[in-house]
């Protein structure tokens, strides 16, 4: 069984490019969630799926970012005309009520760190 | 007031000793508590999860938990200089399913 996987694992970009990640979960999980982590900062909620549903949305999503998963398996997280502050790590995360320890239990993906310039 | 706090540390424990990690959260609709480890430059990686009141011991490491008190925290025993990390703590609150994290609280083990 492999873990949740990112792609890709680095992005530098140019301040107003547009960038898109992928995250494959865990395959029996069916949700699915995105963070963004910030040097010295714990992981901040973007944006959570359960099947192809995006069932929450943080305030930090603007409206540049968009998140899908559309046959709910893999999701991709994009942002549009990016900016110097959206540098950071990006992580996914995924989870099933039905497994691990009942708890629905969050396990991370390795993340797509991004460089905007 | 943050929903989640620790203190960023450096705390700094001797190879062999007991590091104590501890936690704070202030919705009291908080159910279940996670505590994540989490290495230079990597992905935060599960370690340990508590939802009631009291002990969960696991290997080295044991979770406490008191609601009351809207306190969790880890204890770490007989230390290694691979335990060296940030220790960060999440909490879910009920009806939620999004983990809401602290800062993280920087862990150096001394051999």
């Known amino acids: ?117 | 007031q943050k929903e989640v706090e620790q203190n960023s540390g450096p705390l700094s424990v001797p190879e062999g000793a007991i590091a104590s990690l501890n936690c704070t959260y202030s919705d009291r609709g908080s159910q279940s508590f996670f505590w994540y480890r989490q290495y230079s430059g990597k992905s935060p990686e599960l370690i340990m999860f508590i939802y009631s009141n009291g002990d969960k011991e696991d290997g080295r490491f044991t979770a406490q938990l008191n609601k009351a008190s809207q306190y969790v925290s880890l204890l770490i025993r007989d230390s290694q200089p691979s335990d060296s990390a940030t220790y960060l703590c999440a909490v879910k609150i009920q009806g939620a399913q999004k983990l809401v994290f602290g800062q993280g609280t920087r862990l150096t083990i001394n051999p």
């Not at chain 1, 790590?89 to 760190?113: I, V």
């Open chain 1, 1 to 117: 069984d492999t873990g949740v996987s990112q792609n890709p694992r680095h992005k530098i970009t140019k301040r107003g490019q547009n960038v898109t990640f992928r995250c494959d979960p865990i395959s029996e999980h069916n949700r699915l969630y995105w963070y963004r982590q910030t040097l010295g900062q714990g992981p901040e909620f973007l944006t959570y799926f359960q099947n192809e549903a995006q069932l929450e949305k943080s305030r930090l999503l603007s409206d540049r970012f968009s998140a899908e998963r559309p046959k709910g398996s893999f999701s991709t997280l994009e942002i549009q005309r990016t900016e110097q502050g959206d540098s950071a790590m990006y992580l996914c995360a995924s989870s099933s009520l039905r497994l691990a320890g009942g708890l629905d239990e969050q396990f991370f993906g390795p993340g797509t760190r991004l460089t905007v310039l």
